[in-house]
């Protein structure tokens, strides 16, 4: 079946490094991709997302690239901040009526 | 905005307990879902609900049942509790004619079964 992978984490850095955080993903047909974030103590949010190949999702500076020809979504940043702190899911959508499939998440901690 | 909401943010249980957990969203949302999480296993999706009074099971469902009595709610209930269920719970919502699938998510609720 579809199924995300992620890199392990937790992934600290200083402010100001640059970020990636890796996704591959395995699925049948063309999915849609998906990157949300969790603050602490909240629950999930859209962070960005891409429908189609080489399609770019963007927001607040993160940027991701959907790659059909490595099956891959990686999530960058140019320079983070202690406000990235947060748990990073990568998932798909399955096509199969609006379900979706995470990723088992990405731990980031931003050090001042 | 949209809000979801969960009925609790921490809950602790007895084993053999029923549990209810309650979610409710107020955008006329069709499609609701619950998902457990676990560290190092990302968001596992227990059932989901397109409609009122419909359910599908998800990956997970064993030893859970869902119900939509109302577009707006969607309950998850723990029959008989056990310390396996021990997780933090998600629930989200999402429109069917959204064709980019984004679910908006509850804060969730930490449940500790004793």
């Known amino acids: 079946g579809d199924s995300v992978t992620q890199m392990e984490g937790p992934v600290t850095l200083s402010e100001e490094a640059f970020l990636t955080i890796n996704c591959t993903y395995t699925?049948?047909?063309?999915?849609?991709l998906f990157w949300y974030v969790q603050y602490p103590g909240e629950g999930l949010q859209l962070l960005l997302k891409?429908?189609?190949?080489?399609d770019k999702g963007s927001n607040k500076g993160f940027e991701a690239t959907y790659r059909k020809e490595t099956t891959s979504f990686h999530l960058e940043k140019g320079s983070v901040q202690v406000s990235d702190s947060a748990v990073y899911f990568c998932?798909?959508?399955?096509?199969?009526?609006?379900?979706?499939?995470f990723g088992q998440g990405t731990e980031l901690s931003v050090k001042p | 905005d949209v809000k979801v909401t969960q009925s609790s943010r921490y809950l602790v249980k007895r084993t053999g307990e029923k549990v209810f957990l309650e979610c409710v969203q107020d955008m006329d949302h069709e499609n609701m879902f619950w998902y457990r999480q676990d560290p190092g296993l990302g968001l596992r999706l227990i059932y989901f609900s397109y409609d009122v009074k419909m359910k599908e099971k998800g990956d997970i469902p064993e030893g859970y049942s869902v119900s939509r009595e109302k577009k707006e709610r969607f309950s998850l209930i723990l029959e008989s509790a056990s310390t396996n269920q021990t997780s933090m719970y998600l629930c989200?919502?999402?429109?069917?004619?959204?064709?980019?699938?984004?679910?908006?998510f509850g804060p969730g609720t930490r449940l500790t079964v004793l």
């Open positions: 891409a429908t189609k190949a080489d």
């Open positions: 998932a798909l959508d399955d096509n199969q009526g609006g379900k979706l499939i």
């Open positions: 699925a049948t047909g063309y999915p849609s």
């Open positions: 989200a919502s999402s429109l069917i004619a959204d064709s980019y699938n984004e679910q908006f």
